[in-house]
């Protein structure tokens, strides 16, 4: 494929191979990606918060995040867990193999918007994998931005993944990092019960602070009403969302959620935008 | 341009027409009779034509029949409109191959092809509009849709008669052509007034010797079209959308249309404007070779609204109203134009005869009880 091919069609597949697995919890794994195209890799930029089209010969393609750090556009990382058709093809890869890559597609986080703000992360599950590359972000411009909260919340202890990270960015400045797990062992040395709960557990100033919020959607549901009664403007605040997307461009119809194409309009959305469709059944 | 030339061929010197086209290179297609209704399909002479057929359309029925006239474009339409010559049913979009590196990939674009197509409706054309939006005026433009676009000639035929389904004068999209032809024909008796609207089919034309119409004639078109235009029986109220049909969400009347919808996805394949589509992997038996193809999808079928694990819209409750929704509301939202063009397809060919003009105007009148709160959209 020539090059003017693949900047006119946006379904061009560009080949990645796959340098590093790194596995994060028994179905998840982190694939480190480089073009096989050099030039390709060079030209490839993205923001935290996009996604790419995830391609797997002869089987199909998946969104996932990219987990990477945008100032550190010579790394591509995806954390996959394996859950369909394709995400558990991908996991019999290793390094070595070739993946294929589309993208970066959709609207990342407004993180020019964070500046000079606080800013509070409110995470459940995977839905930490998306924050991870805005977190690099600000913390690569720390003076820039205000106090920065993370809170994580999983399911069961072996659900935490980037554990070396939390650990990093807890020991930084101006940063709290409170986890929680619902299930948990006796090993879980942090709070019980659900993200929600953390809430209460950090000092918030609502109007010098931006939420992004990214995970199941029954807990955007129940945590953003209780931010919004603490008195964080529902404009102040971002959710990553998720549907089903299969050409990461708007034109498919799968991904849309009310007047909204989540693939090209978000993932990232302000609150207040989506609030209306959020808890609306069958949309 | 549009409103400047209008020329006048008598009925029986059309094949000129089509000759003109074919010498200019043009593969011609045009209404045909198949298998009890009208299909596109490659026409060589005037006879090809459907002369003396009427079609009757009402809710799940569609018939034609022979009156016995020499009325050439008596037929109005049959279930194809223009969507299938630019949004292919299936479309092949890549080629991959394993190389030493991985894979190597080749798009499969299509190459333009000029396709001149004589009867094409005011509700086609408004179809068409709307997919050129969607495929061309996004932020992506879609390369296979622009190959099949480049080399469309467009020959409309304005309504002069109007089905019990039809409501394009409520939607401001028909009976009469007003853009995006290269020529329109109007069918008066035994004559053809020929308006000019574009320079490709001014270009067509100056290889046939026409007379200039006269004004009486242009006079005589302008009242069968708009005669068509009062005809039209039903109508669709969308003063108030986008935002009524957002308001109706939990109307009763939404368990009552799918009760009756068998999710047969019948309406969005007739939809001119509908563009969902699947993408098929079909990799060779050696696993050496793979191709991938777009085919065309439905917001009714059960896997549209997958995502791991769970269904976003389960019930056909939720798949009816998505459509609708969508379709009449969302639209409008995403691309600052409806999704319906007043064609009335879904109506005839709904198996069942699900109206959507009837069911939006019962879930716009009566027994709401919306509790939700009204969304508040961005340019809306």
Redesign the interface.
């Known amino acids: 494929m020539s090059k003017a091919d693949s900047i006119v069609n946006p379904y061009a597949i560009h080949p990645a191979t796959i340098v590093e697995k790194l596995r994060e919890a028994e179905d998840i794994n982190t694939y480190r990606l480089q073009f096989v195209d050099e030039p390709m890799q060079r030209r490839f930029r993205f923001k935290a918060g996009q996604f790419n089209m995830i391609y797997l010969f002869g089987v199909g393609e998946v969104a996932i995040s990219i987990v990477s750090d945008p100032d550190q556009p010579e790394f591509l990382d995806h954390t996959i867990r394996a859950v369909g058709r394709i995400t558990k093809a991908i996991a019999g890869l290793q390094p070595g193999d070739v993946l294929g890559v589309r993208g970066p597609f959709g609207q990342g986080w407004p993180l020019e918007e964070a500046r000079s703000r606080d800013v509070v992360i409110v995470t459940g599950g995977l839905g930490c994998a998306p924050v991870v590359g805005a977190i690099e972000y600000i913390f690569r411009r720390r003076a820039q931005y205000g106090s920065v909260k993370i809170l994580h919340g999983v399911k069961a202890p072996h659900d935490l993944l980037y554990r070396e990270r939390f650990d990093v960015w807890r020991r930084s400045p101006d940063t709290e990092v409170l986890l929680s797990s619902d299930q948990p062992d006796k090993s879980w040395r942090y709070h019980i019960g659900v993200v929600t709960e953390l809430f209460e557990l950090v000092s918030i100033d609502p109007l010098k602070t931006i939420v992004l919020m990214c995970g199941p959607e029954i807990m955007m549901r129940l945590g953003v009403p209780i931010l919004i009664r603490r008195g964080i403007p529902a404009t102040a605040i971002y959710v990553s969302l998720e549907r089903h997307m299969e050409c990461g461009i708007g034109l498919c119809g799968h991904c849309q959620m009310g007047p909204y194409f989540v693939c090209k309009d978000g993932p990232v959305m302000r609150y207040d935008r989506v609030e209306p469709w959020l808890g609306r059944t069958g949309v | 341009m549009a409103d400047d030339i209008h020329k006048v061929l008598p009925t029986c010197h059309l094949q000129r027409l089509l000759d003109a086209l074919s010498a200019k290179g043009y593969r011609v297609v045009g209404p045909t009779v198949r298998d009890g209704s009208v299909v596109w399909e490659p026409i060589r002479f005037v006879s090809d034509l459907p002369i003396g057929w009427r079609d009757h359309q009402e809710p799940a029925r569609y018939r034609l029949e022979q009156t016995g006239s020499q009325d050439i474009f008596g037929v109005v339409h049959g279930p194809q409109s223009l969507k299938p010559f630019v949004f292919a049913p299936r479309e092949p ?2 080629k ?1 191959e ?1 190389t030493k ?7 499969m ?1 299509p190459q333009p092809e000029k396709v001149a197509v004589i009867g094409a409706r005011a509700c086609d054309l408004a179809g068409l509009a709307v997919q050129d939006r ?2 061309l005026n ?6 296979y849709y622009a190959a099949r676009r480049e080399g469309l000639f467009l020959i409309a035929v304005n309504c002069t008669r109007a089905l019990s389904t039809c409501f394009c004068a409520s939607m401001e999209t028909g009976p009469r052509a007003k853009t995006g032809f290269d020529l329109a024909l109007t069918e008066v008796d035994d004559r053809l007034l020929i308006q000019v609207g574009s320079e490709a089919g001014r270009h067509v034309l100056e290889g046939i010797s026409l007379s200039p119409a006269s004004d009486e004639l242009i006079g005589e078109g302008a009242t069968c079209i708009d005669t068509c235009a009062r005809s039209q029986v039903r109508r669709l109220d969308h003063a108030r959308l ?1 935002q009524a049909l ?1 308001d109706a ?1 939990e109307h009763p009347r939404w368990d009552d249309v799918a009760g009756r919808c068998l999710a047969c996805t019948n309406c969005t394949m007739v939809c001119p404007t509908c ?5 098929e ?1 079909t ?1 060779d038996l050696s ?1 050496q070779q ?1 191709a ?1 193809a ?1 085919l065309w ?1 439905s ?1 009714f079928t059960q896997e ?6 769970k269904n ?4 056909i ?3 009816y ?2 459509w609708l929704t ?1 379709k009449l ?2 639209w409008i ?2 691309f600052g134009m409806s999704g319906c063009v007043g064609c009335g397809r879904c109506i005839t060919w709904c198996p069942v005869g699900i109206d959507l003009t009837e069911e939006l105007s019962a879930l716009l009148t009566s027994g709401s009880r919306s509790s ?7 340019g ?1």
């Open positions: 979009l890549l991959i394993r590196d991985g894979f190597a990939t080749r798009p674009t969607i495929f996004d932020a992506y433009r879609d390369p986008p957002y969400h563009f969902c589509h699947t993408v992997e990799p696993h793979t991938q777009r999808d917001c549209h609204g997958y995502i791991h694990g976003i819209r389960p019930t409750k939720d798949r109203r998505m969508h509301a969302s939202d995403q939700v709160t009204s969304p508040q959209v961005e809306s």
